[in-house]
């Protein structure tokens, strides 16, 4: 029989332990407040990703090789200060510390961090993290609620699984750049990496899932992304027509292959994107820009026939197009049921005043930068906050306080560690 007093003080501690639960998974502030992610990624897709789960409240410790750190540390100019404007751009709300995984005390504090994370983010070469003895099955034996993401270029598996993965490469092999691009020209790489993008999104996305599974489960697990298959994933329509109808995909340049008139004009000034998704929508067109004669053209009467004879009809509309500037057909278009808009330098996005509505540009301090301009999150949530916390920081910048305040190491044993080459 349990006395008074023993059951009080089982009571008190599963109090206890109760309140510690719901300070670290149902915070009102954050949706994510509480939540430990190790990341061991650099470059851009991991990165991406684990910036979306600090933007949402997760506590990020970015784990970078001493002295040198992330890659995308030197990826400049534009720098600020020591460090470049891409770092910059997807390393917000994370704490960087340095450490040498090669090492024997590095690793071992890899381990250590690993036993109190909810979530590991990794993006090295299949079979590396394994040598380091810091694979998945590794870490699951001293920590079985670990939700371990790995973000490979091809697959952890497979032919080309030892291949380092780039976004360029991805989007080649994945048939991305074969459908960008002028009609009559040489293929194209979008202007920024969308394949590292999407692997990030797609990588986070998992990650949201495997972190609701385990409060059904009480168990981590492992997830496994990569850029080819991500790519390959995001043909969406152009695959299905391959796959269902066989039919092979080309370059359009801003144009659609299924959807006409679906495209840029130039202007007498600029470009403007115009589309007619609809019979409605291309009477409309016809109508606002003088042209109304053309929507009841027999040739034209059905999306399937603009399509049909597309050439024919985008000369028209690519003469009429260029007699006004964009400011000239914006304000003709006014409140027009038709989709519309200007081709933007970046100059003319961060001053559209739909963008400075959304504030999508946000400030914040850094410690040897100044005040640093991001572009912040582009998801509103009405019950809890995603938002940029931390600025993206200098190298090792919390690498002595995170081994102080998490691993309990003292002042001395850091110093060893440091003097030996294990941090930075």
């Not at 407040?33 to 991406?48: M, N």
């Not at 250590?112 to 090295?124: M, P, T």
């Not at 399937?304 to 004879?309: I, T």
């Not at 691993?407 to 110093?415: A, E, P, R, V």
Request: charged share 20%; hydrophobic share 35%.
């Amino acid at each position: 029989m349990f006395s008074k007093f023993q059951i009080a003080l089982t009571y008190k501690k599963v109090i206890r332990q109760t309140e510690i639960a719901c300070a670290r998974y149902c915070s009102s502030g954050d949706a994510l407040s509480g939540v430990k992610v190790l990341d061991l990624s650099r470059v851009l897709a991991g990165p991406y990703c684990t910036q979306i789960l600090g933007d949402l409240g997760a506590d990020i410790l970015k784990i970078e090789r001493p002295k040198v750190g992330d890659d995308t540390r030197s990826w400049g100019p534009p720098f600020l200060g020591n460090t470049s404007a891409y770092f910059m751009s997807i390393n917000r709300n994370k704490k960087s510390v340095c450490v040498d995984l090669k090492s024997m005390h590095g690793k071992d504090i890899i381990k250590q961090l690993a036993k109190q994370s909810d979530v590991l983010v990794e993006n090295y070469l299949p079979g590396k993290m394994e040598e380091y003895g810091l694979g998945y099955e590794d870490l699951k034996t001293i920590n079985p609620q670990l939700i371990y993401c790995s973000i490979t270029g091809y697959g952890s598996t497979g032919p080309y699984a030892t291949r380092p993965g780039y976004d360029v490469i991805a989007s080649s092999m994945g048939g991305l750049i074969h459908v960008t691009g002028p009609e009559d020209g040489a293929p194209c790489k979008t202007g920024v990496a969308l394949t590292d993008l999407a692997t990030g999104l797609y990588a986070h996305g998992a990650i949201m899932a495997a972190l609701f599974q385990r409060q059904k489960t009480g168990t981590g697990q492992r997830i496994s992304t990569n850029l080819l298959s991500t790519q390959v994933s995001c043909l969406v329509n152009l695959g299905a027509n391959y796959l269902m109808a066989g039919q092979e995909a080309k370059r359009w340049g801003t144009a659609h292959e299924s959807i006409v008139p679906y495209q840029a004009f130039a202007t007498s000034d600029g470009y403007l994107t115009v589309g007619g998704g609809n019979d409605r929508q291309f009477r409309e067109l016809c109508q606002r820009i003088g042209r109304s004669e053309l929507s009841s053209d027999p040739k034209y009467l059905t999306n399937a026939l603009r399509v049909k004879n597309r050439r024919e009809l985008i000369d028209e509309l690519t003469k009429v197009m260029a007699t006004k500037t964009n400011a000239e057909w914006t304000e003709i278009f006014y409140e027009a049921n038709f989709p519309y808009g200007p081709i933007n330098s970046l100059s003319q996005v961060f001053i559209d005043p739909q963008v400075k509505h959304n504030r999508m540009v946000q400030e914040i301090e850094h410690p040897t930068a100044g005040t640093l301009k991001l572009v912040g999150p582009p998801v509103e949530f009405s019950g809890s906050g995603n938002r940029i916390r931390l600025p993206p920081p200098e190298l090792g910048q919390h690498t002595e306080s995170v081994l102080q305040d998490r691993l309990g190491y003292s002042l001395s044993q850091i110093q060893q560690l440091r003097a030996s080459g294990v941090i930075n």
